[in-house]
Nanobody
């Protein structure tokens, strides 16, 4: 299984931006599909965005036009650029290796004034 470590979370005001990173180690990174998921208190964990090994992306309707998922195969890293953040984006964000079901430990994102 790939090992995943997220970073980049924090506290931001509404309308602000954050970039999350997911550093991966293990089997061949470039062959993996990846996803970002989030879980708010008392709610289920939901898909935010996914990216295939070929670079095809998919987004939840709630983040389309505001979030961008990308990958850098030379750095074994997946990114989630989050713009125009809203209070409802507050959650723990998790990186997932879709090819083997692995999860990172999560990073907290809080959007509040």
């Amino acid at each position: 299984q790939v090992q995943l470590v997220e970073s980049g979370g924090g506290l931001v005001q509404p309308g602000g931006s954050l970039r999350l990173s997911c550093a991966a180690s293990g089997p061949i990174f470039s062959m993996y599909h990846f996803g970002w998921y989030r879980q708010a208190p008392g709610k289920q964990r939901d898909m935010v965005a996914t990216i295939t090994r070929g670079g095809t992306t998919n987004y939840a309707d709630s983040v389309k036009g505001r979030f961008t998922i990308s990958r850098d195969n030379t750095k074994n890293t997946v990114y989630l650029q989050m713009n125009n953040l809203k209070p409802e984006d507050t959650a723990v964000y998790y990186c997932r290796g879709l090819s083997d079901g692995s999860w990172g430990q999560g990073t907290q994102v809080t959007v509040s004034s």
